[in-house]
């Protein structure tokens, strides 16, 4: 019982080494690319977010007559 776990848990790992090795992994300009953009792209959703609460903070203080 407890060597039929052993052997099932060798033969998993022995194809999960085999899907790993199938894997195109990418260059490292690639991975330098792609992360900039998700960074800038973070950041310009960011500053959307910003402005649109903005605006909505000021609106509502209009409505409400919070302030000048």
């Not at 195109?24 to 609460?53: M, Q, Y």
């Not at 903070?57 to 409400?64: E, F, G, Q, S, T």
Request: charged share 20%.
């Amino acid at each position: 019982m407890f060597l039929s776990k052993i052997v099932k848990a060798v033969s998993f790992l022995r194809e999960v080494k085999q899907e790993v090795i199938k894997v195109k992994w990418p260059t490292f300009r690639e991975a330098t690319l792609v992360s900039l953009f998700v960074i800038i792209a973070a950041g310009l959703a960011g500053l959307l977010f910003l402005l649109v609460d903005s605006i909505i903070y000021k609106a509502v203080k209009l409505l409400l007559g919070i302030g000048g």
